[in-house]
């Protein structure tokens, strides 16, 4: 759902339901065969070298920094961080806020830096670990609408007719994909690409 997210930031306006979700942009790295939540590893090392600060790592914790630190993979996970945050603030800014001209509360001419400003707040908050604790979490639109991110969004399920055109067109989908052996397919003005198998 983390690449989902940076790119539904790359549309005009967004379109969900009660039931539609986003998620956390928690980057992800493979390591030792699987994949491994890079902002939870720089949490991790973070609170690890804030310990050592203070005088209080014990044994195991130092033993495991002295045989596991690997100061170019955490410059990648990093990078992979500041990556996905740049992007976002990046495409925000270009796309969805690029009709944003007043403020909705105070009428207010909105300036570039502004967009940049609220497309980094909005970035940062779905960038942190310690409030949605899991990659996997999904993020409801009346959550990302809510007071801490305050994204725009548009109801779909409001109109019935959209909500049935688009839940035939997914099922359609879905449906399509299994049958070719597909998991996942993007769907875009030039075409299908249908991902994994």
């Known amino acids: 759902m983390s690449a989902g997210t940076v790119l539904v930031?790359?549309?005009?306006?967004?379109?969900?339901?009660?039931?539609?979700?986003?998620?956390?942009?928690?980057?992800?790295?493979?390591?030792?065969?699987?994949?491994?939540?890079?902002?939870?590893?720089?949490?991790?090392?973070?609170?690890?070298?804030?310990k050592s600060a203070k005088g209080n790592l014990t044994t195991a914790e130092l033993a495991f920094l002295v045989q596991k630190f690997d100061p170019a993979e955490l410059y990648k996970y990093e990078q992979a961080s500041e990556l996905s945050v740049s992007l976002l603030k990046e495409w925000l800014v270009k796309y969805k806020f690029k009709n944003w001209k007043k403020t909705l509360t105070r009428g207010k001419t909105v300036?570039?830096?502004?967009?940049?400003?609220?497309?980094?707040d909005i970035a940062r908050a779905l960038n942190r670990?310690?409030?949605?604790?899991?990659?996997?979490?999904?993020?409801?639109m009346e959550v990302l609408r809510?007071?801490?991110?305050?994204?725009?969004?548009?109801?779909?399920?409001?109109?019935?007719?959209?909500?049935?055109?688009?839940?035939?067109?997914?099922?359609?989908?879905k449906d399509y994909?299994?049958?070719v052996g597909s998991r996942n397919v993007l769907h875009t003005r030039d075409g299908f690409t249908w991902i994994g198998g």
């Open 129 to 140: 670990t310690d409030k949605w604790n899991s990659h996997g979490r999904g993020i409801s």
């Open 146 to 173: 809510s007071e801490d991110i305050k994204l725009q969004i548009e109801d779909f399920g409001a109109d019935a007719k959209i909500s049935q055109a688009l839940r035939v067109y997914h099922n359609l989908i």
């Open 111 to 120: 300036t570039e830096a502004m967009r940049k400003r609220r497309a980094e």
């Open 9 to 50: 930031m790359s549309g005009d306006s967004i379109y969900m339901d009660y039931y539609s979700v986003l998620g956390p942009i928690d980057p992800q790295s493979p390591k030792d065969g699987g994949m491994i939540p890079v902002l939870g590893y720089l949490e991790q090392y973070k609170r690890l070298v804030e």
């Open 177 to 179: 994909a299994a049958k």
